[in-house]
T-cell receptor, first 116, second 113 residues
Framework: DGGITQSPKYLFRKEGQNVTLSCEQN?????MYWYRQDPGQGLRLIYY???????QKGDIAEGYSVSREKKESFPLTVTSAQKNPTAFYLC???????????????FGAGSRLTVL | QQQVKQSPQSLIVQKGGISIINCAYE??????FPWYQQFPGKGPALLIA?????SEKKEGRFTISFNKSAKQFSLHIMDSQPGDSATYFC????????????FGTGTRLKVLA
C-alpha cells in the first residue's frame, strides 16, 4: 500500500538533546512537508521540500532542520534550540508543490515528541 | 489576512443529527478549500474539498457549502454517526510560488450513540 510512514510514533527527549523524526513515502511524490500540531492551534508548517536536495523554511522553522537527500525521505531534526518542542509532528506529501496535484496533501500518522 | 477562522471549537451531536462546522477566511487569493478528518493519534485525511467556482459539493453524508461573497464555507455531516467522532480541520490554499496551506484550529466532534 502506498503511503507515508513516520517513526517513531512516540519519542521522549531530555532537554538539550537533538532528536530526528523519520518520514518515508512510497507515493512517488515530489513535494514533502513537516507540520507541527498543538492543541487549539491547528497545523503549522515547519519546512517543505519541492524536490530532492532543496527545501524551504515554513512559518515556524526556528529550532528545526531538515534534509532531502532522497525523494522518498524527509527527516526532521528537532534541535535543542527549539524552545517548546513538545508537540505532535506530521509529515505530508503531495504530487508536486506546483501545478496539478500540488494542492492535495497526504499525511502520515504522526510522531508525538515529549520533552522531559 | 491569511487566517482561517474555524468554529465551534467542540461540538456534541446526537446520533442521526446534523453536524455543522463553519470556517471564514479573508484572503481572496485562496482557490481550494479542503476539509480534513483526524482520528486520535492519527494523521489528518482528506475528507472533501471544494473550489470557489461552485457553491456546494456533496459526497455521501458530507456536504461543503461555500459562500464566496461572505468568504465563508462550512461542512455539514448529515445523519451523524458515532464513527464520525473526530477532529475536523478546514483549510484554504493558494498558489504563491508553491501552494500554501492555511489550516483552521480544528473542531472536535463527538457524536453520542
Amino acid at each position: 500500500d502506498g503511503g507515508i510512514t513516520q517513526s517513531p510514533k512516540y519519542l521522549f527527549r531530555k532537554e538539550g538533546q537533538n532528536v530526528t523524526l523519520s518520514c518515508e513515502q512510497n507515493l512517488n511524490h515530489d513535494a514533502m512537508y513537516w507540520y507541527r500540531q498543538d492543541p487549539g492551534q491547528g497545523l503549522r508548517l515547519i519546512y517543505y521540500s519541492q524536490i530532492v536536495n532543496d527545501f524551504q523554511k515554513g512559518d515556524i522553522a526556528e529550532g528545526y532542520s531538515v534534509s532531502r537527500e532522497k525523494k522518498e525521505s524527509f527527516p526532521l531534526t528537532v534541535t535543542s534550540a527549539q524552545k517548546n518542542p513538545t508537540a505532535f509532528y506530521l509529515c505530508a506529501s503531495s504530487v508536486s508543490a506546483r501545478g496539478p496535484g500540488a494542492n492535495v496533501l497526504t499525511f502520515g500518522a504522526g510522531s508525538r515528541l515529549t520533552v522531559l | 489576512q491569511q487566517q482561517v477562522k474555524q468554529s465551534p471549537q467542540s461540538l456534541i451531536v446526537q446520533k442521526g443529527g446534523i453536524s455543522i462546522i463553519n470556517c471564514a477566511y479573508e484572503n481572496t487569493a485562496f482557490d481550494y478549500f479542503p476539509w480534513y478528518q483526524q482520528f486520535p493519534g492519527k494523521g489528518p485525511a482528506l475528507l472533501i474539498a471544494i473550489r470557489p467556482d461552485v457553491s456546494e459539493k456533496k459526497e455521501g453524508r458530507f456536504t461543503i457549502s461555500f459562500n464566496k461573497s461572505a468568504k465563508q464555507f462550512s461542512l455539514h455531516i448529515m445523519d451523524s454517526q458515532p464513527g464520525d467522532s473526530a477532529t475536523y480541520f478546514c483549510a484554504a490554499s493558494f498558489r504563491s510560488g508553491t501552494y500554501k496551506y492555511i489550516f483552521g484550529t480544528g473542531t472536535r466532534l463527538k457524536v453520542l450513540a
